[in-house]
C-alpha cells in the first residue's frame, strides 16, 4: 500500500473564476462570513494577504471536532488562476508527512471549472486517504460560489 496519494476533481461553478480566485488567493479570511459553520477563523500568521512566501491559520470544524492548521502560500498563478498552498504546522500533519492543495480555476466557453488537487505522503498505512477533507473542500468551494451569487 503506498503512502503518497493524489486527490483531484472539478466541479462547474457560476460565480466570475476571478472573484473565486481572489478569495482563495487574497481574501481567504473571507471564509468565516462564508461558511461559518465550517471556518471559525483564518488569520495571517505572517506576511501579507495575497502574497507568496504568507503564512494563514486556519481554525475549522470537521466532522464536529476542532481542526487548525498552518500554511503557507507557496505559489499564485495569476495567469492561471491557480493557487497551492503547503500545510506546514498543524493536526493534518499528526496524520501526513506532507500535505500540499491547489485550486485553479478554468474557463471553459461561458462556464468556469474549479479543479481542486490535494497531494500528500501518509506518515504510515495505517492512516486514511484525506477522503473527508477533499469532500469538505470541494463543498466549501460550493459554498463560496452561492455566497459570490447572492452577493
Known sequence: MS?????????LIVAPHHEHHGVWSGRPHH???????????????????????SVIEWHYVIDGKDQV???????????????TFKVIEGDLLKEYKS?????????????????????YEK???????????????IHLSEELDDHLVQA
Request: negative net charge; glycine residues 8%.
Open 99 to 119: 500535505f500540499k492543495g491547489t485550486v485553479q480555476y478554468i474557463p471553459k466557453g461561458e462556464a468556469t471549472w474549479v479543479h481542486w488537487t490535494f497531494e
Open 123 to 137: 506518515l504510515n498505512k495505517d492512516f486514511p486517504h484525506p477522503f473527508k477533507l477533499f469532500e469538505y473542500t
Open 69 to 83: 492548521v498552518k500554511q503557507v502560500v507557496e505559489s499564485i498563478d495569476e495567469e492561471n488562476k491557480a493557487v
Open 31 to 53: 471564509f468565516s462570513n462564508v461558511s461559518p459553520g465550517k471556518i471559525k477563523k483564518v488569520h495571517l500568521h505572517e506576511g501579507d494577504w495575497g502574497s507568496v512566501g
Open 3 to 11: 503512502l503518497v496519494g493524489k486527490l483531484s476533481a472539478e466541479i
